[in-house]
Nanobody
Framework: QVQLVESGGGLVQPGGSLRLSCAAS????????MGWYRQAPGQERESVAT???????DYVDSVKGRFTISRDNAKNTVYVQMNSLKPEDTAVYYC??????????????WGQGTQVTVSS
């Protein structure tokens, strides 16, 4: 099995910055893609940013120019640097990884979520 552990969430004022981290561990052979999803109260979960093993990134329009996703393959870790935060960014942020495990099975894994609150 694979576990994703997230960190870096918290309370920040509008215009501030946060950096989220997500470390994957367990029976990992290769991580294909990683990403960040978020879910605001009463809303559906949405994809925020994704990154492939080759470093190709994709962002939802609302965060382009403000968020930057990156990964350290040696550490099985994905990050998202969030700048110029807005109240509408408030949500629980979930890490996601598409993983080929040591048994050569491809499966999706999710973190527990970390709260990001943007408020004055």
């Amino acid at each position: 099995q694979v576990q994703l552990v997230e960190s870096g969430g918290g309370l920040v004022q509008p215009g501030g910055s946060l950096r989220l981290s997500c470390a994957a561990s367990g029976s990992i052979f290769f991580i294909n893609a990683m990403g960040w999803y978020r879910q605001a109260p009463g809303q559906e979960r949405e994809s925020v940013a994704t990154i492939t093993s080759g470093g190709i990134t994709d962002y939802v329009d609302s965060v382009k120019g403000r968020f930057t996703i990156s990964r350290d393959n040696a550490k099985n870790t994905v990050y998202v640097q969030m700048n110029s935060l807005k109240p509408e960014d408030t949500a629980v942020y979930y890490c996601h990884a598409n993983v080929r495990d040591v048994y050569l099975r491809v499966r999706d894994y999710w973190g527990q979520g970390t709260q990001v609150t943007v408020s004055s």
